[in-house]
Protein backbone atom coordinates (compact mmCIF):
# COMPACT_ATOMS: atom_id res chain seq x y z
CA UNK A 1 0.00 0.00 0.00
CA UNK A 2 1.59 3.54 -0.94
CA UNK A 3 0.78 6.42 2.13
CA UNK A 4 0.14 8.78 -0.53
CA UNK A 5 -2.67 7.11 -1.61
CA UNK A 6 -4.23 6.65 2.11
CA UNK A 7 -3.53 10.13 2.95
CA UNK A 8 -5.43 11.22 -0.59
CA UNK A 9 -8.50 9.44 0.52
CA UNK A 10 -8.75 11.17 3.67
CA UNK A 11 -8.33 14.75 2.36
CA UNK A 12 -11.55 12.81 -0.45
CA UNK A 13 -13.62 11.52 2.46
CA UNK A 14 -13.02 14.48 4.29
CA UNK A 15 -14.29 17.23 1.68
CA UNK A 16 -16.61 14.70 -0.15
CA UNK A 17 -15.27 16.08 -2.94
CA UNK A 18 -12.63 14.99 -5.38
CA UNK A 19 -12.28 18.43 -7.34
CA UNK A 20 -12.23 20.08 -3.73
CA UNK A 21 -9.48 17.40 -2.73
CA UNK A 22 -7.28 18.10 -5.97
CA UNK A 23 -7.57 21.76 -5.53
CA UNK A 24 -5.77 20.90 -1.32
CA UNK A 25 -3.44 18.75 -2.63
CA UNK A 26 -2.62 20.61 -5.43
CA UNK A 27 -2.91 17.57 -7.85
CA UNK A 28 -4.89 16.69 -11.05
CA UNK A 29 -8.36 15.26 -10.10
CA UNK A 30 -7.56 12.40 -13.06
CA UNK A 31 -4.48 11.72 -10.29
CA UNK A 32 -6.48 11.75 -7.84
CA UNK A 33 -8.80 9.49 -8.71
CA UNK A 34 -6.43 6.96 -9.77
CA UNK A 35 -5.28 6.83 -6.57
CA UNK A 36 -8.39 5.97 -4.98
CA UNK A 37 -8.90 3.55 -7.28
CA UNK A 38 -5.93 1.66 -6.28
CA UNK A 39 -7.00 1.57 -3.32
CA UNK A 40 -10.09 0.43 -3.60
CA UNK A 41 -8.32 -2.64 -5.83
CA UNK A 42 -5.90 -3.55 -2.89
CA UNK A 43 -9.18 -3.72 -0.75
CA UNK A 44 -11.10 -5.28 -3.22
CA UNK A 45 -14.81 -2.86 -1.83
CA UNK A 46 -15.36 -0.07 -2.98
CA UNK A 47 -14.78 2.92 -0.71
CA UNK A 48 -16.74 5.95 -2.33
CA UNK A 49 -19.99 6.22 -4.18
CA UNK A 50 -19.65 8.64 -7.09
CA UNK A 51 -22.80 11.11 -7.65
CA UNK A 52 -23.31 14.65 -8.61
CA UNK A 53 -23.25 16.25 -5.92
CA UNK A 54 -19.52 14.81 -5.12
CA UNK A 55 -19.03 11.62 -3.05
CA UNK A 56 -20.35 9.67 -0.36
CA UNK A 57 -18.48 7.53 2.33
CA UNK A 58 -19.33 3.47 1.79
CA UNK A 59 -19.47 1.29 5.21
CA UNK A 60 -15.74 0.32 4.13
CA UNK A 61 -14.91 3.40 3.20
CA UNK A 62 -16.20 4.99 6.98
CA UNK A 63 -14.05 2.27 8.52
CA UNK A 64 -11.03 2.78 6.71
CA UNK A 65 -10.80 6.59 6.97
CA UNK A 66 -10.86 6.33 10.86
CA UNK A 67 -8.27 4.07 10.71
CA UNK A 68 -6.47 5.96 8.71
CA UNK A 69 -6.76 9.10 10.21
CA UNK A 70 -5.38 7.40 13.35
CA UNK A 71 -1.78 6.07 11.50
CA UNK A 72 -1.49 8.97 9.75
CA UNK A 73 -1.11 11.11 13.01
CA UNK A 74 0.83 8.62 14.42
CA UNK A 75 3.45 8.77 11.34
CA UNK A 76 3.45 12.37 11.54
CA UNK A 77 4.37 12.48 15.10
CA UNK A 78 6.91 9.53 14.74
CA UNK A 79 8.14 11.80 11.69
CA UNK A 80 7.74 15.16 14.32
CA UNK A 81 9.88 13.32 16.66
CA UNK A 82 12.92 11.80 15.01
CA UNK A 83 13.34 15.46 13.46
CA UNK A 84 13.29 16.40 16.44
CA UNK A 85 16.63 14.70 17.81
CA UNK A 86 18.31 16.17 14.39
CA UNK A 87 17.51 19.62 15.27
CA UNK A 88 19.61 21.63 17.53
CA UNK A 89 17.66 22.10 20.97
CA UNK A 90 16.35 25.01 21.51
CA UNK A 91 13.56 26.66 23.87
CA UNK A 92 13.15 27.96 27.44
CA UNK A 93 14.19 25.57 29.96
CA UNK A 94 12.39 25.61 33.09
CA UNK A 95 14.43 24.63 36.40
CA UNK A 96 14.43 24.65 40.58
CA UNK A 97 16.77 23.87 42.76
CA UNK A 98 17.08 24.48 46.74
CA UNK A 99 18.92 27.14 48.39
CA UNK A 100 21.64 24.80 49.68
CA UNK A 101 22.96 23.74 46.16
CA UNK A 102 21.38 26.62 43.85
CA UNK A 103 24.49 28.93 44.85
CA UNK A 104 27.22 26.28 43.48
CA UNK A 105 24.80 24.76 40.65
CA UNK A 106 22.86 27.72 39.09
CA UNK A 107 26.25 28.85 37.37
CA UNK A 108 27.27 25.66 36.44
CA UNK A 109 24.34 25.10 34.77
CA UNK A 110 24.22 28.54 32.79
CA UNK A 111 27.95 27.82 31.78
CA UNK A 112 27.34 24.09 30.60
CA UNK A 113 23.80 25.41 28.21
CA UNK A 114 26.53 28.84 26.76
CA UNK A 115 28.96 26.66 25.65
CA UNK A 116 27.37 23.24 24.45
CA UNK A 117 23.84 24.09 23.60
CA UNK A 118 23.56 28.01 22.91
CA UNK A 119 19.95 27.82 22.05
CA UNK A 120 18.79 26.74 25.25
CA UNK A 121 18.32 29.42 27.67
CA UNK A 122 17.77 28.23 31.49
CA UNK A 123 15.73 29.55 33.66
CA UNK A 124 16.30 28.98 37.35
CA UNK A 125 13.93 29.46 40.62
CA UNK A 126 15.51 28.95 43.90
CA UNK A 127 12.99 28.05 46.50
CA UNK A 128 12.10 25.70 49.28
CA UNK A 129 10.63 22.06 49.46
CA UNK A 130 7.35 23.30 49.43
CA UNK A 131 7.76 26.34 46.86
CA UNK A 132 9.24 23.94 44.37
CA UNK A 133 6.69 20.82 44.62
CA UNK A 134 3.90 23.78 44.20
CA UNK A 135 6.09 24.61 40.99
CA UNK A 136 5.49 21.33 39.96
CA UNK A 137 2.16 20.65 40.65
CA UNK A 138 1.18 24.34 38.65
CA UNK A 139 3.42 23.41 35.79
CA UNK A 140 6.20 25.77 36.44
CA UNK A 141 8.88 23.94 35.94
CA UNK A 142 10.40 21.40 33.57
CA UNK A 143 13.33 19.91 36.18
CA UNK A 144 14.34 20.39 39.32
CA UNK A 145 15.79 18.68 42.29
CA UNK A 146 14.88 18.14 45.64
CA UNK A 147 16.08 16.73 49.18
CA UNK A 148 13.47 13.45 50.11
CA UNK A 149 10.13 14.59 47.84
CA UNK A 150 7.26 13.38 48.42
CA UNK A 151 5.65 14.08 45.03
CA UNK A 152 2.57 11.58 43.12
CA UNK A 153 2.94 9.14 40.41
CA UNK A 154 2.68 12.35 37.91
CA UNK A 155 6.48 12.43 38.62
CA UNK A 156 9.24 10.62 38.02
CA UNK A 157 11.71 11.07 40.72
CA UNK A 158 15.59 9.96 40.67
CA UNK A 159 17.84 9.56 43.60
CA UNK A 160 20.99 10.70 42.63
CA UNK A 161 23.02 11.33 46.34
CA UNK A 162 22.18 10.39 50.06
CA UNK A 163 24.13 13.01 52.15
CA UNK A 164 24.38 13.04 56.16
CA UNK A 165 23.14 15.51 58.13
CA UNK A 166 24.98 17.75 60.66
CA UNK A 167 24.65 19.08 64.17
CA UNK A 168 25.45 22.61 63.07
CA UNK A 169 26.46 25.25 65.69
CA UNK A 170 28.71 27.72 66.75
CA UNK A 171 32.72 27.46 66.65
CA UNK A 172 32.94 29.51 69.75
CA UNK A 173 31.50 31.73 72.71
CA UNK A 174 30.23 34.87 71.10
CA UNK A 175 30.61 36.69 74.04
CA UNK A 176 34.51 35.46 75.40
CA UNK A 177 35.47 34.63 71.84
CA UNK A 178 36.64 31.19 72.80
CA UNK A 179 36.30 27.60 71.40
CA UNK A 180 33.33 25.81 72.48
CA UNK A 181 34.01 22.28 72.98
CA UNK A 182 31.56 19.36 71.58
CA UNK A 183 31.21 15.85 71.87
CA UNK A 184 32.44 14.22 68.97
CA UNK A 185 29.15 12.67 67.40
CA UNK A 186 25.67 13.65 68.77
CA UNK A 187 22.30 11.12 68.89
CA UNK A 188 18.88 11.37 67.97
CA UNK A 189 18.30 11.14 72.05
CA UNK A 190 20.40 14.36 72.43
CA UNK A 191 17.74 16.58 70.28
CA UNK A 192 15.90 16.60 73.37
CA UNK A 193 18.18 18.24 74.85
CA UNK A 194 19.78 20.40 72.77
CA UNK A 195 18.09 24.24 71.47
CA UNK A 196 17.00 23.80 68.14
CA UNK A 197 16.65 25.96 65.76
CA UNK A 198 14.58 24.40 62.76
CA UNK A 199 12.41 24.97 59.78
CA UNK A 200 8.82 24.05 60.23
CA UNK A 201 7.16 21.55 58.35
CA UNK A 202 7.09 20.79 55.07
CA UNK A 203 10.73 21.25 55.31
CA UNK A 204 12.71 18.07 54.34
CA UNK A 205 14.90 17.77 57.64
CA UNK A 206 11.80 18.66 60.20
CA UNK A 207 9.80 16.04 58.88
CA UNK A 208 12.84 13.58 58.92
CA UNK A 209 13.68 14.42 62.46
CA UNK A 210 10.04 14.67 63.64
CA UNK A 211 9.98 10.94 61.68
CA UNK A 212 12.75 10.20 63.80
CA UNK A 213 12.15 11.37 66.96
CA UNK A 214 8.80 9.81 67.10
CA UNK A 215 10.27 6.10 66.39
CA UNK A 216 12.08 6.82 69.09
CA UNK A 217 10.12 8.26 71.70
CA UNK A 218 12.13 11.45 71.47
CA UNK A 219 10.65 14.93 71.95
CA UNK A 220 13.35 17.66 70.01
CA UNK A 221 13.92 20.58 71.88
CA UNK A 222 12.62 22.91 69.28
CA UNK A 223 13.52 26.29 70.43
CA UNK A 224 13.08 28.40 67.50
CA UNK A 225 10.93 27.67 64.10
CA UNK A 226 13.38 29.47 61.26
CA UNK A 227 12.34 29.29 57.40
CA UNK A 228 15.58 30.08 56.03
CA UNK A 229 18.95 29.42 55.97
CA UNK A 230 20.42 32.74 56.22
CA UNK A 231 18.38 33.20 59.50
CA UNK A 232 19.10 30.05 60.90
CA UNK A 233 23.18 30.54 60.51
CA UNK A 234 22.60 34.00 62.32
CA UNK A 235 21.13 32.37 65.15
CA UNK A 236 23.53 29.81 65.34
CA UNK A 237 26.35 32.37 65.12
CA UNK A 238 25.47 34.40 67.60
CA UNK A 239 24.98 31.29 70.22
CA UNK A 240 20.99 31.60 70.42
CA UNK A 241 20.80 27.80 69.21
CA UNK A 242 21.91 24.91 66.89
CA UNK A 243 20.36 23.53 64.18
CA UNK A 244 20.45 20.82 61.55
CA UNK A 245 21.61 20.65 58.17
CA UNK A 246 23.66 19.20 55.48
CA UNK A 247 27.94 20.28 55.11
CA UNK A 248 27.12 22.04 51.61
CA UNK A 249 24.92 24.96 52.57
CA UNK A 250 27.33 25.98 55.26
CA UNK A 251 30.27 25.46 53.33
CA UNK A 252 31.94 28.74 54.04
CA UNK A 253 31.33 29.04 57.55
CA UNK A 254 32.00 25.82 58.80
CA UNK A 255 35.73 26.17 56.25
CA UNK A 256 35.91 29.19 58.06
CA UNK A 257 35.83 28.36 61.51
CA UNK A 258 32.63 30.39 62.38
CA UNK A 259 30.39 27.26 62.52
CA UNK A 260 31.10 23.21 63.61
CA UNK A 261 29.48 20.31 62.23
CA UNK A 262 29.53 17.77 64.16
CA UNK A 263 28.37 14.28 62.79
CA UNK A 264 24.91 11.92 63.99
CA UNK A 265 25.58 8.84 65.19
CA UNK A 266 23.00 7.92 63.43
CA UNK A 267 22.91 6.70 60.04
CA UNK A 268 19.48 7.41 59.63
CA UNK A 269 19.82 11.15 60.01
CA UNK A 270 20.66 11.70 56.15
CA UNK A 271 18.54 13.02 53.24
CA UNK A 272 18.14 12.28 49.29
CA UNK A 273 19.07 14.92 46.53
CA UNK A 274 16.91 13.82 44.06
CA UNK A 275 16.11 15.06 40.33
CA UNK A 276 12.54 15.13 39.35
CA UNK A 277 10.35 16.46 36.89
CA UNK A 278 6.89 15.63 35.18
CA UNK A 279 6.23 12.36 33.82
CA UNK A 280 5.83 13.02 29.93
CA UNK A 281 6.45 10.99 26.70
CA UNK A 282 7.48 13.61 24.77
CA UNK A 283 9.57 15.69 26.66
CA UNK A 284 11.62 17.81 24.66
CA UNK A 285 15.46 17.89 23.56
CA UNK A 286 16.43 20.46 25.22
CA UNK A 287 14.95 19.23 29.00
CA UNK A 288 16.66 16.07 28.09
CA UNK A 289 20.31 17.62 27.47
CA UNK A 290 19.69 20.39 30.55
CA UNK A 291 18.69 17.03 32.80
CA UNK A 292 21.95 15.19 31.49
CA UNK A 293 23.54 18.67 32.19
CA UNK A 294 22.12 19.06 36.00
CA UNK A 295 23.29 15.05 36.57
CA UNK A 296 26.97 15.90 34.90
CA UNK A 297 27.72 18.56 37.42
CA UNK A 298 26.04 17.03 40.41
CA UNK A 299 28.68 14.20 39.72
CA UNK A 300 31.64 16.43 39.62
CA UNK A 301 30.64 18.14 42.58
CA UNK A 302 30.34 14.93 44.43
CA UNK A 303 33.71 14.16 43.53
CA UNK A 304 34.97 17.30 44.22
CA UNK A 305 33.78 16.71 47.99
CA UNK A 306 31.08 19.28 47.50
CA UNK A 307 28.68 17.42 49.82
CA UNK A 308 30.88 15.75 52.66
CA UNK A 309 29.89 12.08 53.38
CA UNK A 310 27.69 11.64 50.72
CA UNK A 311 27.57 8.71 48.77
CA UNK A 312 26.06 8.19 45.16
CA UNK A 313 22.56 6.40 45.31
CA UNK A 314 23.76 3.62 43.06
CA UNK A 315 26.71 3.04 44.95
CA UNK A 316 24.95 2.58 48.18
Known amino acids: MIFEDLSAFVVVAK ?5 KAAVQLRIAQSSLS ?8 RFGVELLTRHGRGVS ?3 AGAILTRRAENLIAELDAVERDVCAQMTVPTGEVRIALPPATGHFLAPLIIEQCRSNFPMIKPLIREGTAADIHGWLSTDDVDIALMYNPECGPEFEIEPFLSEPLFLIAPARDAKTGKAIAYQKS ?3 KDLADLPLCMPRRPHSIRVLVDRL ?11 YEINGINSSKGLVEKGIGVAIFGYAGLRAEIDSGRLR ?5 SPLLNRKLCVVYPRRDD ?3 AILNVKAIIEQELGRLLQEGFWQGAKRI ?3
Open 57 to 59: LTE
Open 213 to 223: CAKYGVKPRIE
Open 314 to 316: REL
Open 15 to 19: LRSFS
Open 283 to 285: ARS
Open 34 to 41: KRVRRLER
Open 186 to 188: YSI
Open 261 to 265: AIPFS
